[in-house]
């Protein structure tokens, strides 16, 4: 089974769950694409970091979610990544040898997430995005960063299996 992001949920909330993410580390590209053909057109060079290609020739397990979120306000730029494995260690990381690729630390952050399934598509990503803003804003919380798509199945799972998920980083609600 694949490993997962670990995550605390904080609390439920009608329509979504506060969560408590540790840091952690992404392998992550730029691509020029439509919102449904950013995974295809990344998931080539960040699959090769993961399959050797880096400095110590090294094997990354596959973990999940892939995330994939617009890079500013230019339209058809995303930055998609893959989630490292929890035990995964930046400052002992192999470098990827794919200039496209890079690898990011990071931070522990409280986000908000709202679980959808089906098919991966911008006016479904688009749907729960906004539901799950209007969820936040009913509940006082405060965005602090892009809403991000999260996949979690491979492409070959049914569309009604799919597990998708938008996650948005909001304020602390402790601090």
Do not use: C
Not at 13 to 23: A, V
Not at 25 to 54: D, M
Request: proline share 9%; net charge neutral; charged share 25%.
């Amino acid at each position: 089974m694949t490993e997962q992001q670990p995550y605390e949920v904080v609390r439920e909330h009608p329509g979504f769950e506060l969560r408590r993410y540790p840091e952690h580390v992404v392998a992550e590209t730029r691509v020029t694409a439509t919102f449904e053909g950013a995974g295809n057109t990344s998931f080539r060079r960040l699959v090769g970091y993961i399959g050797g290609r880096n400095t110590q020739s090294r094997k990354v397990a596959m973990t999940a979610p892939v995330v994939q979120e617009a890079e500013g306000e230019t339209a058809g730029r995303f930055v998609v990544g893959f989630v490292m494995p929890a035990d995964f260690d930046l400052a002992g990381a192999p470098d990827p040898t794919d200039p496209d690729v890079r690898l990011r630390a990071v931070p522990a952050h409280t986000a908000a997430a709202l679980r959808f399934s089906g098919r991966w598509t911008r006016d479904r990503y688009d749907e729960h995005a906004r539901r799950l803003l209007v969820a936040l804003d009913t509940a006082g919380l405060e965005v602090v960063g892009r809403p991000r798509f999260a996949r979690f199945d491979p492409p070959w799972t049914p569309w009604f299996l799919r597990r998708n998920e938008v996650v948005v980083p909001v304020a602390d609600p402790h601090d």
